[in-house]
C-alpha cells in the first residue's frame, strides 16, 4: 500500500509533517504521566505545517471506555488531532508519521525498528526488560524535555537522526518468519494440530485507518507581508494552550472562530467570525459580537461574502476547494492596514499558495 495512501486518510498533504504520538498504559505511560501533552503538541505546532495523530494502547480505551477518552480529549479533536480508535489503523499512521513521541511501550518500538525520528516522552527503566527492543529503545532514543519549546526539538530529532538499528535487530531475529513461527508456538502451547495452511499476513488496508477528528473551527492567526498582494498566514488551534511556543501574543494576530463553536469564550473574543449564507447575518453578528470586526460567510467551497463592521461587503472566490474562507479570514490584514479590500491576493498557507479573486460583484 502507497505510503500517500495512509498520509491521505490523515489528510495530510506534501506540506505536512505527520507527528505521531503513541501511549502504552498504566500510571508511568506518556498518557498516564503527561495527559496534557497531546494538547501541548497541538498548541505548538503550526496548523499548515502539521497533521498530528495519536494512538492510545487498548487497555487505556476499554478500561475507561470511547465517551471518557473522547471527552478528555475533546479539546484535541476540536484543535484539529487525529485519534486513531483502538485495535486498527495505529500500523498505517505509524507508517504515514514522519516523527514519533512515545514512551516504552511496544508501538514507540515499532517506530523505532522502522527508522522512524524517535523520541521518549517518559520511560520508566524499571518496567523494561534492560536486553530487550525495548531497553534498546531507552538506550538510543532522545528524551523530549517539557521545558523547552516542542518544535525545535522536533525538527533536531528529525534532522539529526539517531542509530536505531539495535532496537530492529532485538525486535525480531527472523524478518518475515514471525507469523509462522509465533502460530506454531501458540497452538503448542494450547496442545492444538496447527492448520495446514499457511499463516496469514494480513495487510494494512489505507480503507482501515479511519481517525476521529473534525475541522479546526477556531485558531489563532498572524499574518506576515511577503509582497505585494502577497501575504503569509500563520495558524494555531485556539482550542488549546501551552505554556511554551506556540500562537502569538493577541496584539500580534488575531482570532477567528466559527459561528457555531462550543466554546463561546473564544467566540467573544474573535476579530474574524466564520458564518454561512444560513446562519446569523452580519448585522447581527456585530451587533452581538463588539471586538468582531469581519464576517465571512461561507456560500459554497470556493466562494464567500465578507462584511466588515461598517457596512463594506466584497466576495472572495479561491482556487483551492475548502480554503476559501480560511484564506479570506486573511482579509483583516489589508483593513488593519488600510488597504483595499477588493483586489486580487495570494495566501501563502504552508506550503500552499492560495490565490483569492477578491470583487464587489458576487461571481457564482
Not at 491521505?8 to 501533552?37: E, I, K, M, N, Y
Not at 503550526?46 to 487497555?59: I, Q
Not at 480529549?73 to 498505517?92: E, K, N, S, Y
Not at 502577497?230 to 506556540?246: F, M
Request: charged content about 20%.
Amino acid at each position: 500500500m502507497s505510503h500517500d495512501a495512509y498520509r491521505d486518510r490523515l489528510r495530510a498533504g506534501p506540506q505536512h509533517t505527520v507527528v505521531f504520538v503513541s501511549s502504552t498504559w498504566g500510571p508511568r505511560s506518556l498518557f498516564g504521566r503527561f495527559p496534557d501533552l497531546i494538547a501541548r503538541v497541538l498548541a505548538e505546532l503550526d496548523l499548515d505545517h502539521h497533521v498530528v495523530c495519536a494512538a492510545l494502547h487498548p487497555n487505556v480505551w476499554y478500561a475507561h471506555g470511547p465517551a471518557q477518552i473522547e471527552l478528555w480529549l475533546g479539546d484535541c479533536l476540536r484543535a484539529g488531532l487525529r485519534l486513531i480508535p483502538p485495535v486498527r489503523g495505529w500500523q498505517q499512521a505509524l507508517l504515514a508519521a514522519d516523527v514519533v513521541i512515545g514512551d516504552h511501550g511496544a508501538v514507540t518500538g515499532y517506530a523505532a525498528a522502522l527508522g522512524k525520528p524517535t523520541v521518549l516522552a517518559t520511560f520508566p527503566e524499571q518496567d523494561v526488560v534492560a536486553d530487550s527492543a525495548i531497553g534498546a529503545l531507552g538506550r538510543v532514543a532522545p528524551r523530549l524535555d517539557r521545558q523547552r519549546p516542542l518544535a525545535p526539538q522536533l525538527r533536531d530529532v528529525m534532522s539529526i537522526g539517531r542509530d536505531q538499528r539495535e532496537v530492529r535487530r532485538l525486535a525480531t531475529s527472523l524478518p518475515g518468519e514471525s507469523a509462522a513461527l509465533l502460530r506454531h508456538t501458540f497452538y503448542a502451547l494450547m496442545d492444538l494440530p496447527e492448520p495446514a495452511t499457511a499463516a496469514l499476513l494480513p495487510s494494512y488496508r489505507a480503507e482501515d485507518l479511519v481517525p476521529l477528528s473534525g475541522d479546526v473551527r477556531a485558531w489563532w492567526a498572524a499574518a506576515d507581508v511577503l509582497g505585494p498582494g502577497t501575504l503569509r498566514l500563520n495558524r494555531w488551534p485556539a482550542d488549546v494552550t501551552s505554556p511554551q511556543g506556540g500562537p502569538p501574543e493577541p496584539l500580534d494576530g488575531h482570532l477567528v472562530v466559527a459561528v457555531d463553536h462550543p466554546r463561546r469564550d473564544l467566540y467573544s473574543l474573535a476579530a474574524v467570525v466564520l458564518t454561512t449564507v444560513n446562519g446569523p447575518a452580519p448585522a447581527e453578528v456585530f451587533a452581538n459580537q463588539p471586538v468582531c470586526r469581519l464576517v465571512v460567510q461561507r456560500l459554497d467551497p470556493v466562494r464567500c461574502r465578507v462584511t466588515t463592521r461598517d457596512g463594506d461587503t466584497v466576495f472572495a472566490r479561491a482556487g483551492h476547494p475548502g480554503l476559501a474562507e480560511v484564506a479570506a479570514a486573511a482579509l483583516l490584514s489589508r483593513l488593519d492596514a488600510g488597504q483595499r479590500l477588493d483586489a486580487a491576493i495570494t495566501v501563502q498557507l504552508g506550503s500552499q499558495a492560495v490565490d483569492l479573486t477578491v470583487t464587489r460583484q458576487d461571481q457564482p
